[in-house]
């Protein structure tokens, strides 16, 4: 018997179709006089019907037993804490399908039967897809793994396999520089928070442009430890403005004796020159207090860009408990410094906190963290870009309008405080501070007082 989806003929209930009325119509099971049974066979759920007349979690569920205890036996008590974690995952169906994976099934064997911690490394050698990725986490948010950052653990990786493509000459420099070095420094500097994308591109960044100047380099005959001065320049001068982030590797090179006194300029930064006009931000701040139409955390995100000229990776970071609220006042928590927010923003801010919340309670056996923007992968947040192209395709101009932002902020806070705010360098905001003109209160005032 084949099954057919689509509405039964005789009773037009949607159920699997697995016989023909005389007139070639398909009709279902009971009406076929077919004694079918709908209900999980486990747990009576009549619903999402996987496999084997069993729902997608208990399908799960006896799958994992099955791998981790072998054929009808229990499962074994030190795999005990993986086994609930992943019966009691939020998408069981995720765990179904990962189960049935590449080199899952042989994973599942060895661990039944050694005595072994489940390791992060396990799970490293499968391959890396959203399905591995979610079952890190569930794993995590169980503490069956410790938790990590996965940005910080891929780029040595990352690393190692462009230096094995690397020419012999260029890895002798480039092995040491990389994880002396680069590694070193993004690591110490990680302990305790995780690795920003912007921080991981700049490393990555780093590393291919040691490598192109010692491939070039290496094409013209000229060793390190004779490039000139001049010969630097023509080679900054050749290639996109990108070739100046060498400047790491030569000034470690020149460190170690490995090459002359060579100095890289700096990229020169230019004054910011993307504003929106007073009347632009008016008008998208009341479309973000206003418009209901507008997604909740488009309205938020806008708000706190508009006002305060936050940077994405700050806003990203926020999760639901920088949200303080007395009752009286809701601030923002920024590092530890409160940023009160006026009486409509922090209407968006409460509302989008308990919306998260709620979604973070069904979320909750993959994340740790409730994120104020969660994204796709609940573990994590939105990333800077998608955030970015939503706020755009709602016709929000962040760019322009966080500038303008910034400049109002600028104006009356030391460039420090601005610097934490925002989420900026401290010289970055330095520079800004030198651009403001303006009282940001009477700022914010005028916005809010503006509205028709
Ligand atoms: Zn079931």
Redesign the pocket.
Known sequence: MREHPGACAQCEQQRPLIGFTDAGNGICGPCAGVDLTYA??????SHKIFREQ??????ATKQLAEALGGDGTPVPAQRQDFHSALSAAGHPRRVAYWLTGDGVPALLSQLGSSDEEFTHQQLDDLPNTPTTRYIRDVLIAASVLPPRDDRLEALPRWADALLTQALLPQRKFLTPFTHWYLLHRIRRAHRHRPLRASTQHQMRSRLRRALELLNWLDEHGIPLGELTQPELEMWLEEGPEKRREVRAFVTWARGRGLAGELVVPRVPVAAPSVFSTDKDQAEQLHRCLDDDALPLDVRTAGALTLLFGLQYTRLLELTVHDIIDDDTVVALNLNGHRLPLPPEVAQLARALRDQRQKRWHLDRTASTTPWLFPGQEPARALGATYLYLKLRRHGIAPLASRNSARLALATDLPASVLADFTGTSISNSTRWTGYAKRDWLDYIASRVQDRP
Request: charged share 35%; with cysteine; aromatic share 8%.
């Open positions: 999980c066979r486990r747990c009576d759920t069993l729902c997608t979690r208990c399908f």
